[in-house]
């Protein structure tokens, strides 16, 4: 009995099978780019928001089972589309309103303590990262540089975008397993 198209995608991002998700990435990604580019963003932003929802989808079947009662495209394209709406009100709310100079805030104990925990989660992130392969690294600096997936394809010599955007996937899905398991992670000492 073939699997219905939902339970086909779903078990294939969970496993990380990379035959599904060329799948994917071929079937709805360009819907996502159409959309993302009407609404003012690059082709580079729908590559994020895109493999964004893929990422919290992988996080999510981690922790659960998701029932979709639509179809996955159209779980998929609402999840990129409402990435892309934050994004958007991200953008328009860090725009300078005021032209006026701020005071110099003195630092309490409450701020050395966030600081504290910020530097202990940069430190555990950046920990689990150099624990990645060598092309994982090179990948996802790339990826925070925010290079193209073409771009990267050009520098790492890949095949294709696509397979750009499945390493980057699984670099970055990698990448949170690694903190995830981490002891600190799971006792929230961060």
């Known amino acids: 009995m073939q699997k219905h198209p939902n339970e086909y995608y779903i078990a294939g991002i969970a496993s990380g099978n990379s035959v599904v998700l060329l799948e994917i990435y071929d079937a709805f990604l360009p819907l996502v780019k159409k959309f993302v580019q009407k609404e003012n963003g690059s082709i580079t932003d729908a590559e994020d928001v895109f493999n964004q929802a893929l990422m919290q989808l992988y996080a999510r079947l981690k922790t659960k089972h998701i029932d979709i009662k639509s179809t996955f495209e159209g779980y998929l394209f609402t999840t990129c589309k409402n990435l892309w709406r934050r994004e958007l009100n991200k953008k328009s709310k860090m725009r300078v309103t005021n032209d006026e100079v701020l005071e110099h805030k003195v630092i309490t104990t409450e701020d050395d303590d966030a600081i504290f925990e910020e530097e202990a989660q940069w430190e555990l ?22 290079l193209s997936a073409r771009e990267i394809m050009g520098k790492l010599n890949y095949a294709s975008e696509t397979t750009v955007r499945q390493r980057i996937f699984k670099c970055k899905s990698s990448l949170i397993k690694k903190i995830r398991s981490d002891v600190r992670f799971k006792n929230h000492v961060l």
Do not use: G, I, P, T
């Open 125 to 146: 992130f950046e920990e689990k990262f150099q624990a990645l392969s060598d092309n994982c690294k090179n990948v996802l600096k790339l990826h925070l540089q925010k």
